[in-house]
């Protein structure tokens, strides 16, 4: 009896065992996942933060050109400015010109008719 006592003492005692075994396999089982996932995780990160670097240094070189350019623009708008002012200024020179063209013309007319004029009285 005593053995038979013994034997099913130890038989429980086997699958208590057994039973925190299965536990400990399967406490074991979801840290491996909890592990993986948690490597998954950082992996992703590293990830993101390695793309956000990128898009850093793009907007960086984005941000050059793009000043680039309205430096570029604002030296041709100060062109274009300087053009125009020089076009109204080649215009109003111009116009004294057609002026003077046009008071030699009439001087010369002037000229003629007084010519004109003594010939007509020395005839």
Excluded: G, W
């Amino acid at each position: 009896q005593e053995l038979y006592s013994r034997l099913e003492s130890s038989i429980q005692e086997c699958k208590a065992l057994r039973h925190e075994n299965e536990l400990l396999r399967s406490e074991q089982q979801h840290s491996e996942r909890q592990v993986e996932a948690d490597v998954a995780a950082q992996e992703r990160q590293l990830a993101v933060e390695a793309d956000l670097k990128v898009a850093h240094e793009i907007a960086a070189s984005l941000a050059e050109e793009r000043d680039s350019a309205v430096k570029e623009a604002n030296e041709a708008t100060e062109k274009c400015h300087k053009y125009a002012r020089d076009r109204v200024k080649l215009k109003k020179r111009c116009e004294e010109l057609m002026q003077f063209r046009r008071q030699l013309s009439e001087q010369q007319k002037a000229e003629r008719r007084d010519r004109d004029h003594i010939r007509s009285l020395l005839a």
